[in-house]
Each structure stands twice: as structure tokens, then as C-alpha cells.
């Protein structure tokens, strides 16, 4: 099986700014309707709460308001309905993510 990790710094998931956004929509909406729409067997999203990067510190400070976190959205399915996906997905996550790929075992 293959997991498809997705990293994106994203000010607020749905009020980003322009490179948070591909066509106009958020860019967490976008790769989860592409997964879905290519019978993905799932997918998750996960908020972080803390980390650093090249684009500097992320953190929760302000009562707990901070939308400047990184967002990661993680998938896991058959390297073969994956793989093909990757080109678009790296098109709408283009220079505000990273993508990773991991092959996993599943119990």
C-alpha cells in the first residue's frame, strides 16, 4: 500500500490567501474532492498545533486563535490508483506544500 502525505501551510483552511486557494476554492477541498472522485479508499486532514519549517515558526499563541498552521491531509491505497494522481496533485499544491510518499504495511 501506498501513503501519500500532503503538507500545507495554510493561514485558515477556508479565508487563506491566493496560494492557499487553486481555481478559487481551498486547496484542502480540491485534493479531497480529486481522491474522491478517483474512488481513493480515504482520506484524512489533520491540523497540526505546532512546528517550523522554511517558512518559519507555526504555533498556537494568541488564545488558541493562530490560523497561520500547517494542515496535512493523508491518504492511504493501492500504488496503482495513487500514482497517477500525483502529477495533479502536485499542481494544486504547487510551491505551498510538500508531498510525501511511504510505502506501509496494513494489519
Known sequence: MLRVTIRIRSNDIYRGKKNDKYNGKPVVDVIL???KENNIAGATVFRAIHGYGTRGIATIKVLG???DLPVLIETIDEPSKLKPLLPEIKRIVNDNGLITLDEVGVV
Open 65 to 67: 486563535l493562530s490560523m
Open 33 to 35: 474532492a480529486l481522491l
